[in-house]
């Protein structure tokens, strides 16, 4: 096995339940750690309820219901000192971040010297970099790397920060995920939440009608309120 597949990373991730973004967090540590990468999740919230592999540092176990600001600073004072000690080679943030504030707090304390790369999963960058240009130019300007889960985010990123950082990666799937659908012609299949809202899945309807392919079926795979 190559030297460099036994680098540190850290994956830093909301939890691991509930959507996407978490699911493909889970499985990325899967997947690293299937390749002799050292992979430690940070998830902020105690919800964990997708396999994952690796080591966790949970920061939602000292999370009361009352959360102060005080409580909070003391959490994320104790993630500076595990970050410093472990000494990551990479800090992938799979995280919204839409706070100016909160982001400044990670540049200049919390991710201080460390090198991160941003996933971004949306083409809505706005739940990814803040709309104060100012801290959005200073995470990319300081970021290791930068991911867009596809081109057009890729795209839309380097273009609205004159930038050549950002790198497409899909993201992962596991073989638990692979389907064989049970049709006998060629098939389109799309997996995810069903929440309209978030996924749209009224213009994949509208787009697969009016492409009208001939012999052609698309399959719907997930859960959710729609």
């Given at each position: ?31 690293l ?5 050292d ?19 949970n920061?939602?176990?000292?999370k ?27 800090i992938?943030?799979?995280?919204n ?19 991160v ?9 706005d ?6 240009g ?11 790397g930068i ?19 950002t ?40 787009a ?19």
């Amino acid at each position: 096995m190559p030297k460099d597949t036994y680098k540190k990373i850290a994956l830093v991730t909301i939890s691991l339940a509930g959507g996407g973004a978490e699911r493909s967090t889970a499985l990325l540590s899967q997947l690293l750690s299937d390749r002799g990468f050292d992979v430690t999740i940070i998830t902020l919230n105690d919800h964990i309820a997708y396999p994952y592999s690796g080591k966790i540092y949970n920061m939602g176990l000292t999370k009361k219901d009352t959360d102060t600001f005080v409580s909070r600073l003391f959490r994320f004072k104790k993630l500076r000192r595990f970050l410093k000690a472990e000494q990551f080679d990479i800090i992938i943030d799979n995280r919204n971040r839409s706070n100016a504030r909160k982001e400044r707090f990670y540049l200049t304390y919390v991710y201080k010297n460390q090198q991160v790369v941003y996933v971004t999963r949306s083409s809505k960058l706005d739940n990814y970099f803040p709309k104060k240009g100012k801290i959005a130019r200073k995470m990319v300007k300081q970021a290791a790397g930068i991911v867009g889960v596809s081109q057009r985010i890729t795209e839309k990123i380097n273009d609205r920060f004159k930038t050549s950082k950002t790198q497409t990666i899909y993201n992962p799937i596991g073989s638990s995920l692979v389907m064989q659908a049970e049709s006998t012609v060629p098939y389109f299949i799309f997996v995810g939440r069903l929440i309209n809202k978030v996924k749209n899945v009224e213009l994949l309807l509208s787009a697969f009608a009016k492409a009208n392919i001939e012999n052609t079926v698309l399959h719907i795979y997930g859960d959710g309120p729609d």
